[in-house]
C-alpha cells in the first residue's frame, strides 16, 4: 500500500504555510495607478530640482531659484510618499490602507470649493472601506 500522490503544486500548502492573499483587481489597479502618479511627480520634481540652475542664469533672484528648490524638494518626498503608498497597496499593506484613506479624506475636504472634482476621491474611499478585509 502506498501513499496518495500529493496535489498539484497550486493547491496544496504544507501545514504551517498561508495561502498567498488574494488582492482584488480594484486594489491592484489603485496600486498601479498610485505607483505612475509617484513617478510622475518624481520627474516633476527632479525638473523642478534641476530648474534653479537655469532660472539664476536668467538673471532672476538668487531667492526665487532657492524658493523653486525647496518646493522641488517637497515635491520629491511627496512622490516618494505615493510610490511607497502604492507598493504597500500592492502588497496589502494595513499602514498603506490607512494613509490612502487619509488622502483620500484630505482630497474630499479640499475639494469643497469644487463639489464635482469630489466624486473620485469619494468613491475610492468607498471602495477601500469596502475592501479593508484584504489589508492586514
Same mark, same amino acid.
Given at each position: 500500500?502506498?501513499?496518495?500522490?500529493?496535489?498539484?503544486?497550486?493547491?496544496?500548502?504544507?501545514?504551517?504555510?498561508?495561502?498567498?492573499?488574494?488582492?482584488?483587481?480594484?486594489?491592484?489597479?489603485?496600486?498601479?495607478?498610485?505607483? *505612475?502618479?509617484?513617478?510622475?511627480? &518624481?520627474?516633476?520634481?527632479?525638473?523642478? &530640482?534641476?530648474?534653479?540652475?537655469?532660472?539664476?542664469?536668467?538673471?532672476?533672484?538668487?531667492?526665487?531659484?532657492?524658493?523653486?528648490?525647496?518646493?522641488? +524638494?517637497? *515635491?520629491?518626498?511627496?512622490?516618494? &510618499?505615493?510610490?511607497?503608498? +502604492?507598493?504597500?497597496?500592492?502588497? *496589502?499593506?494595513?499602514?498603506?490602507?490607512?494613509?490612502?484613506?487619509?488622502?483620500?479624506?484630505?482630497?474630499?475636504?479640499?475639494?469643497?470649493?469644487?463639489?464635482?472634482?469630489?466624486?473620485?476621491?469619494? *468613491?475610492? &474611499?468607498?471602495?477601500?472601506?469596502?475592501?479593508?478585509?484584504?489589508?492586514?
Amino acid at each position: 500500500m502506498s501513499a496518495p500522490p500529493p496535489p498539484p503544486p497550486g493547491y496544496y500548502y504544507p501545514p504551517g504555510a498561508y495561502a498567498p492573499p488574494s488582492r482584488p483587481i480594484g486594489v491592484a489597479i489603485l496600486a498601479i495607478l498610485t505607483v *505612475l502618479v509617484g513617478v510622475l511627480l &518624481l520627474f516633476a520634481a527632479m525638473l523642478v &530640482l534641476v530648474a534653479p540652475a537655469f532660472i539664476i542664469g536668467f538673471g532672476l533672484p538668487i531667492e526665487f531659484g532657492l524658493a523653486v528648490g525647496v518646493v522641488g +524638494g517637497i *515635491l520629491l518626498i511627496i512622490a516618494l &510618499l505615493w510610490i511607497a503608498v +502604492g507598493m504597500g497597496l500592492w502588497r *496589502l499593506r494595513g499602514w498603506a490602507w490607512w494613509l490612502a484613506v487619509i488622502v483620500m479624506v484630505l482630497s474630499i475636504v479640499s475639494s469643497f470649493a469644487a463639489p464635482g472634482a469630489a466624486i473620485i476621491p469619494i *468613491l475610492l &474611499l468607498v471602495y477601500l472601506v469596502l475592501v479593508r478585509k484584504h489589508f492586514r
